[in-house]
């Protein structure tokens, strides 16, 4: 996992994700003209979100990769992030931001895969071209 020294501390998300008996929040994001972005932040806690409508961008560290609906998309925790739409464009979500101890991750973390999984976005979807049901996977 990444070293916390390491990021801006100007662009860590001062929102608290849940409270401390339940460490998950929910999220409905709307991207259209008026409010093109989610700003570049990151945050101690994973997030999960599910496309819902529209296309966006995401922004994850260096990496940047195209969402469409129905894909899920995965931001380990300390990676820096942003979404964009394009102009006259819209995007909607459902977003879960947890802390990795929420599912029991704290002992298994150290494990290789899960540290891997932790370290990596990726975005999936039920749907893939000329393959119905086929999944798509986005690194």
């Known amino acids: 996992m990444k070293d916390k020294k390491q990021l801006p501390l100007e662009q860590k ?10 460490p998950l929040k929910k999220y409905l994001t709307t991207l259209q003209e008026r409010y093109p972005i989610v700003t570049p932040h990151w945050h101690e806690e994973a997030e999960f979100t599910l496309i819902t409508s529209g296309v966006c961008t995401y922004q994850v560290d260096l990496e940047s990769f195209q969402a469409m609906p129905g894909d899920f998309v995965f931001i380990p925790p300390l990676a820096l992030h942003s979404i964009a739409i394009l102009p006259a ?3 909607h979500s459902e977003t879960y931001v947890f802390h990795l101890d929420f599912l029991g ?10 540290q891997a999984a932790a370290d990596s976005p990726f975005s999936y979807s039920k749907r893939a071209p000329g393959l119905p049901g086929c999944p798509r996977i986005v690194l």
Not at 13 to 22: D, S, T
Not at 105 to 114: E, M, T, Y
């Open 89 to 91: 464009g819209h995007m």
């Open 105 to 114: 991750a704290s002992s298994a973390i150290s494990d290789a895969p899960c």
């Open 13 to 22: 998300e001062k929102a608290v994700h849940g409270e401390r008996i339940f």
